[in-house]
């Protein structure tokens, strides 16, 4: 079974500028969840995503959005970029159902804001 | 508001030694708790996860305790190898489920060979 994939791997935007992530679960999981990874911060929860229906959300400014399409894939998306905003972007998917909670993470997209 | 630590923040043994990774969190309510490891510039891989219910769980080497009453859980790593070299991260899940992983900072384990 394939693990969570996410594209693009890196990108490289500058300030102002806005950028899409794009996430693949693995086949079955119906919920995506969405962390940002900082040194100074570690790793923040965004939002989470199932069944196309934002269910939860982080302290995170409104330039941060989602969504998730009817296949389970969901995209992020950042608006007028902030040095800040460099960070290591990581995806994950769980099944939801059952009690069965544990989540399986992507290998993440490096954002570098310049 | 729910807070995860981790201690050691660092840690380096020689190669073959049994370790123990420590992490406590402030709010006892949790729904599990997930172990994992990151290598540098890599995604999370979940080594186990614990039930709210259950005190410990085993894979491998690997053993992870939970007592949830005094907000903590373990990692023991024992007979540790230098692919053992990683980042550590425990996080809990709250909210009956329902919200996101909180994480502590990580153990930042190197294995000397």
């Known amino acids: 079974k394939a693990g969570v994939t996410q594209t693009p791997r890196y990108l490289i935007k500058t300030r102002g500028q806005q950028v899409t992530l794009s996430c693949s679960p693995i086949?079955?999981?119906?919920?995506v969840s969405w962390y940002q990874q900082t040194p100074g911060q570690g790793l923040q929860f965004l939002f989470e995503?199932?069944?196309?229906?934002?269910?939860n959300k982080g302290n995170f400014p409104g330039r941060f959005s989602g969504r998730q399409f009817s296949n389970s894939r969901s995209e992020m998306n950042v608006s007028t970029l902030e040095l800040g905003d460099s960070a290591l972007y990581l995806c994950?998917?769980?099944?939801?159902?059952?009690?069965?909670?544990?989540?399986?993470f992507g290998p993440g997209t490096r954002l570098t804001v310049l | 508001k729910q807070e995860v630590t981790q201690i050691p923040a660092a840690l380096s043994v020689p190669e073959g030694e049994n370790l123990v990774l420590n992490c406590s969190f402030t709010d006892s309510a949790i729904y599990n708790l997930q172990w994992f490891r990151q290598d540098p510039g890599k995604g999370l891989t979940s080594l186990l996860l614990i039930q709210s219910s259950q005190r410990e769980q085993t894979s491998g080497r690997l053993n992870a305790s939970l007592d949830k009453s005094s907000g903590r859980s373990t990692l023991y790593i024992a007979a540790s190898q230098p692919g053992d070299s990683a980042t550590y991260l425990c996080?809990?899940?709250?909210?009956?489920?329902?919200?996101?992983?909180?994480f502590g900072k990580g153990t930042h384990l190197i294995i000397q060979p």
């Open positions: 996080a809990v899940l709250a909210g009956g489920g329902a919200d996101g992983l909180t």
């Open positions: 086949s079955g999981h119906r919920s």
């Open positions: 994950a998917s769980r099944f939801l159902a059952g009690g069965n909670n544990e989540q399986f």
């Open positions: 995503y199932f069944s196309e229906t934002q269910r």
